[in-house]
């Protein structure tokens, strides 16, 4: 296949290097875009801080890692939202309850657009724990276009998207201690969590804004025809 196709579109840059040694000339990095929400407005400080996971659950994405890191952090005035369904709730759901935390945690299950931008608008950090391998996921850019400061596993596509301590914190896949202590720090430090979440809107709205994709994936395809 890769003898006969004019271009090879990949979405990160993660893999770029392994499809360039055999696809000399073909290969063009267009990172995946969003459509951008309005500029989020400042959140105010004080009261139980939001953390949001959003996603599958299933075993790989790591929410099991942000429910003991809740319960790490049993002093810090936390709530947990974890969005999405799979085959892994259920255990999610065990964990919660043998830790004692269904006070400080909750599911909600699949959301329609408008109660996921007000979970969004809520959250003050976003978490991405994921353990094994991770594409260029979606909801990572979407929590830093609503301007939240993320940690995520350095691990992926995540990888090519956050600039740790920049627009968003890394710690080493699976590593509770540092999942803990970025919380920490964080919940801790408000002004941190401003710049952070500063920062990652405007990564947003320089790489991964849906216009941009548009744009140069048409550009693409342009070059191909007049090739023809």
């Not at 953390?51 to 952090?73: H, S, V, Y």
Request: a neutral charge; charged letters at 30%.
């Amino acid at each position: 296949m890769r003898r006969t196709v004019s271009s090879i579109i990949l979405v990160t840059p993660t893999i770029e290097r392994d499809f360039r040694a055999f696809c000399k000339g073909k290969v063009r990095v267009i990172e995946n875009g969003i459509t951008l929400p309005e500029k989020p407005k400042e959140k105010g400080s004080g009261g139980t801080l939001r953390l949001l996971c959003t996603g599958r659950a299933d075993r790989q994405k790591g929410f099991q890692m942000a429910i003991r890191a809740i319960n790490e952090l049993p002093d810090i005035d936390l709530h947990l939202d974890i969005v999405g369904t799979g085959d892994y709730l259920g255990e999610l759901e065990k964990l919660v309850s043998r830790l004692n935390l269904v006070d400080r945690v909750t599911f909600r299950g699949r959301v329609d657009d408008d109660e996921l931008y007000r979970l969004y608008s809520k959250a003050e950090i976003y978490l991405i724990p994921t353990l094994r391998f991770e594409g260029l996921p979606l909801a990572l850019l979407e929590a830093m276009a609503h301007g939240i400061p993320t940690i995520s596993s350095d691990i992926g596509g995540n990888s090519d998207v956050i600039t740790h301590g920049k627009d968003g914190l890394f710690v080493r896949p699976g590593n509770l201690d540092e999942l803990v202590e970025a919380i920490n720090n964080l919940a801790s430090d408000s002004s941190t969590r401003k710049s952070l979440g500063n920062a990652a809107r405007d990564t947003s709205e320089r790489r991964f804004d849906k216009k941009r994709m548009a744009k140069d994936t048409e550009g693409v395809l342009k070059h191909i025809t007049e090739q023809n």
